[in-house]
T-cell receptor
Framework: NAGVTQTPKFQVLKTGQSMTLQCAQD?????MSWYRQDPGMGLRLIHY???????DQGEVPNGYNVSRSTTEDFPLRLLSAAPSQTSVYFC?????????????FGPGTRLTVL | GENVEQHPSTLSVQEGDSAVIKCTYS??????FPWYKQELGKRPQLIID?????GEKKDQRIAVTLNKTAKHFSLHITETQPEDSAVYFC???????????FGAGTRLFVKA
């Protein structure tokens, strides 16, 4: 199993550009989530999904869109990048909905917006 | 929504000493409390977790305690070693572990 994978590892954008951060897992996990990590602020939840076709907002959803068309994939879209979105982004997944399960994190994507 | 506060932000101990990190949460409906360790440049990884029906859990040198009445929980690391140096995050979530909210993290330095 590859676990949770994320692409790209690094990305530099200009203000106003759009892009999609990719996240995939091969563990048949129902629950997937996106976090951003900024110095001194821990991991802040952006969006999460409890299964294909179901998504919901986290703590800091503004400026980000998500969709979940398959169990395996959970892409994060930045429609118009802003310097405030410079951060490290982590995708995570965990097992069956309704149970307390460890979240497995991907390796992260370091995004810089100029 | 849930809010998790974590203290201290930085902790420095001598090798062999104990380290304690404390967290408080705001949502009384939260009932799952995991702790994650993140080494420099790496992804967070679960080290221990506790559910609301348990007051304490131990795994070798690591223990976690939970006080639901006061809405706080703590991580205890005994006999610290240099490889324990990392950032530690507490977190809280509701039923099913959904919408996990993290604390701001504690950077632990263990001096040899």
């Amino acid at each position: 199993n590859a676990g949770v994978t994320q692409t790209p590892k690094f990305q530099v954008l200009k203000t106003g550009q759009s892009m999609t951060l990719q996240c995939a897992q091969d563990m048949n996990h129902e629950y997937m989530s996106w976090y951003r990590q900024d110095p001194g602020m821990g991991l802040r939840l952006i969006h999460y999904s409890v299964g294909a076709g179901i998504t919901d907002q986290g703590e800091v959803p503004n400026g980000y869109n998500v969709s979940r068309s398959t169990t395996e994939d959970f892409p994060l879209r930045l429609l118009s990048a802003a310097p405030s979105q410079t951060s490290v982004y982590f995708c995570a997944s965990s097992g069956l909905a309704g149970r307390y399960n460890e979240q497995f994190f991907g390796p992260g994507t370091r995004l810089t917006v100029l | 929504g849930e809010n998790v506060e974590q203290h201290p932000s930085t902790l420095s101990v001598q090798e062999g000493d104990s380290a304690v990190i404390k967290c408080t949460y705001s949502d009384s409906a939260s009932n799952y409390f995991p702790w994650y360790k993140q080494e420099l440049g790496k992804r967070p990884q679960l080290i221990i977790d506790i559910r609301s029906n348990v007051g304490e859990k131990k795994d070798q040198r690591i223990a976690v305690t939970l006080n639901k009445t006061a809405k706080h929980f703590s991580l205890h690391i005994t006999e610290t070693q240099p490889e324990d140096s990392a950032v530690y995050f507490c977190a809280a979530s509701g039923t099913g572990g959904f919408k996990t909210i993290f604390g701001a993290g504690t950077r632990l330095f263990v001096k040899a």
